[in-house]
């Protein structure tokens, strides 16, 4: 049984995000019309269950889904439900994150109880204590290491892929199975697609820098999964495409242009590393039908994100390289995170600099406030000053959980927020023009 839990609201969101974000989806939808928020229930679907109903399928057994994405966040209305529709001996999947990761221990357990044998995986499961569930997950899946994991689940305990750093020798040559997923037709504004899997970059407070591999999708699984994409979602022609760093292969950025060459109709999102950022690159987004790219920025301060493992070649470097985008029209959106543990009252003023100075070439801003999930390759040096233990709290829109090196977790919050009135200031300029332009908000 393969299971996704609700994610508990804990809090009413933060007024100035909440604000600064209304702007963001009135700028965002002008350039895509068809871009909408579910109200009730997950934005994009867990692609998670896709890849592990195809792999337990390719091991030779046959799986089935609770959906409790819309069911109340509480522990005995998730048991039931789970408990209900499966018996003794079973195996219940879940891969939490910090938001519902309580919650799943809780269910967790209740389920060990009465006779389910109960595997983790995901960012957040190597917090699971021992004996908290049946088996622990940790790193990337395959056909193999399902088998293997079954096999496991007679006795318990862990089961890890050891990986060699640098582009693995093998590919994926299997596809994502849908089935599960048919509720979400209608229901989400955009499909993700990945050409390849993990990044080779090392950048320390990365959550997927675990992945220490790129591992590429076999052109054929990829064509296959969009053929099932379009029979299954036909109405939604926006996608994403999750490789973590767009242009890092040539051979999944070709595969990308090649099956979507005799697809019309499609636009894309891409995100990419500013080191990735070269005329080729710029040149195979055009071709494939990219219209904004998601663009790491961090910090202004080249020397703390150096010492953070952010490669880059210094901020004239990066401030060029966003020219080149934006100059090819391409929209440009900055991911920009608070909350570093290296941050500096002087690396916060240069990156709010940056931001004002160049404000002509950038259209919008992810922000984020930094969160020390345990997959991230700092974990270990800042656990022991981490402070908060509620996962509830581990949110990219709240106060740190962790004490930074060198301020109070407080004024990190505070230097956030002047990170979040900078953007909001662009943003809402931006907005306001849009108002001035005629028939704008359907021109794009």
């Not at 049946?134 to 862990?158: I, M, N, T």
């Not at 999944?252 to 099956?259: F, G, P, S, T």
Request: include cysteine.
């Amino acid at each position: 049984m393969i299971v996704q839990l609700p994610f508990p609201s804990t809090r009413d969101p933060d007024e100035k995000l909440a604000a600064y974000y209304s702007d963001y989806d009135r700028l965002f939808r002008a350039a895509f019309p068809e871009y909408f928020i579910p109200q009730d229930g997950l934005w994009e679907m867990p692609l998670w269950v896709a890849h592990l109903t195809s792999l337990v399928r390719t091991a030779g057994l046959e799986s089935q889904f609770c959906d409790l994405s819309k069911a109340p966040a509480e522990t005995g209305t998730c048991f039931e439900q789970i408990h209900d529709t499966t018996a003794p001996g079973d195996l219940v999947l879940m891969s939490p994150l910090a938001q519902n990761f309580r919650l799943t221990l809780e269910v967790a357990r209740l389920l060990e109880q009465a006779g389910r044998r109960v595997v983790l995986g995901g960012n957040m499961a190597p917090l699971a204590d021992v004996g908290d569930v049946h088996l622990v997950h940790r790193g990337q899946l395959d056909a193999v290491l399902v088998g293997k994991l079954v096999q496991l689940a007679d006795s318990g305990g862990e089961l890890e892929k050891k990986v060699r750093r640098g582009k693995s020798d093998e590919s994926i040559s299997w596809a994502p199975d849908y089935r599960h997923l048919d509720g979400f037709r209608g229901q989400i504004p955009l499909l993700r697609l990945n050409a390849s899997h993990g990044c080779l970059y090392q950048c320390s407070f990365c959550g997927d820098a675990w992945s220490q591999q790129l591992v590429m999708v076999d052109k054929n699984a990829l064509s296959t999964e969009v053929d099932e994409l379009a029979h299954r979602f036909p109405d939604t022609r926006l996608f994403y495409i999750g490789d973590k760093t767009f242009g890092q292969s040539k051979d999944a950025v070709r595969n990308l242009i090649e099956v979507f060459r005799d697809r019309a109709g499609y636009r894309f999102i891409v995100q990419t590393h500013v080191m990735q950022v070269r005329p080729w690159v710029i040149e195979a987004m055009h071709e494939l039908g990219v219209v904004t790219v998601e663009l790491g920025f961090e910090s202004g301060d080249s020397q703390m994100l150096k010492r953070l493992n952010k490669l880059s070649r210094g901020l004239d470097d990066y401030t060029e390289k966003v020219r080149m985008l934006a100059d090819s029209g391409l929209n440009v959106v900055l991911n920009v995170m608070g909350g570093l543990d290296e941050e500096t009252e002087e690396s916060h003023r240069q990156t709010v600099a940056w931001l004002y100075d160049n404000r002509s070439m950038l259209w919008l801003f992810n922000l984020y406030s930094f969160v020390p999930y345990p997959l991230v390759p700092d974990f270990a040096m800042l656990k022991d000053r981490i402070y908060n233990w509620d996962f509830a709290d581990w949110r990219e829109d709240a106060l740190p959980v962790f004490q930074p090196k060198n301020m109070p977790p407080e004024r990190s919050w505070e230097l956030f927020m002047e990170k979040v009135d900078a953007a909001h200031d662009i943003v809402r300029a931006k907005v306001d023009q849009l108002a001035l332009t005629p028939h704008a908000e359907t021109n794009g």
